[in-house]
Nanobody, 116 residues
């Protein structure tokens, strides 16, 4: 089972950009479907984006379509989330998740704060 660690969060002004990374340990990263979730204060955790194991298929929740891009580099065991045109409502703790079969791993999260 992979272990996941997010990085790249921080404080940014509205309209700015950030790129989140999720580094995975282990040799099975390329078999995992990878996802980014976020949880804003007082709200439930929500799925933001998903990428298939080979990176050929992606999904985005409606609120980030056209602004966020999920990608992965299986050679580097790393998942990315490029976030552009950030809005205050994007403020949340962002988590990466990887799953394959009955294996399911989560990172500890990275905080993104977007100021207006």
């Amino acid at each position: 089972q992979v272990q996941l660690a997010e990085s790249g969060g921080g404080l940014v002004q509205a309209g700015g950009s950030l790129r989140l990374s999720c580094a995975a340990s282990g040799r099975t990263f390329s078999s995992y479907t990878m996802e980014w979730f976020r949880q804003a204060p007082g709200k439930e955790r929500e799925l933001v984006a998903r990428v298939s194991s080979r990176g050929t298929s992606t999904y985005y929740t409606d609120s980030v379509k056209g602004r966020f891009t999920i990608s992965r580099d299986n050679a580097k065991n790393t998942l990315y989330l490029q976030m552009n045109s950030l809005k205050p409502e994007d403020t949340a703790v962002y988590y990466c998740r990887g799953w394959a079969g009955d294996m399911d791993s989560w990172g500890k999260g990275t905080l993104v704060t977007v100021s207006s």
